[in-house]
Nanobody, 120 residues
Framework: QVQLVESGGGLVQAGGSLRLSCAASGSIFSINGMGWYRQAPGKQRELVARITSGGNSNYADSVKGRFTISRDNAKNTVHLQMNSLKPEDTAVYYC??????????????WGQGTQVTVSS
């Protein structure tokens, strides 16, 4: 069974920083893309950042220049460094991964989410 477990959320003042981490565990054959999404109260879940297994990344316009996504393929982890946080970054942040448990079984997995709250 595959699990994605996030950590690193919390409460921070505007202008501060947080680092989110997500570890994938279980019977994993390979991991393709990994990413972070967020959902604020009353809003739809939205993409924050994604990164391929080769290290290519893309970001939502709202976080470009402030957030950095990275991954460690050997450890099956993905991180999100969030700087210059704004109150509008407040949301539940979810880790997502497209992975195979056997060579031809690619599917999407999600973590349980971690709360990020930015106070003004």
């Amino acid at each position: 069974q595959v699990q994605l477990v996030e950590s690193g959320g919390g409460l921070v003042q505007a202008g501060g920083s947080l680092r989110l981490s997500c570890a994938a565990s279980g019977s994993i054959f390979s991991i393709n893309g990994m990413g972070w999404y967020r959902q604020a109260p009353g809003k739809q879940r939205e993409l924050v950042a994604r990164i391929t297994s080769g290290g290519n990344s893309n970001y939502a316009d709202s976080v470009k220049g402030r957030f950095t996504i990275s991954r460690d393929n050997a450890k099956n982890t993905v991180h999100l460094q969030m700087n210059s946080l704004k109150p509008e970054d407040t949301a539940v942040y979810y880790c997502q991964a497209n992975l195979n448990v056997v060579p031809t079984s690619l599917r999407s997995y999600w973590g349980q989410g971690t709360q990020v709250t930015v106070s003004s």
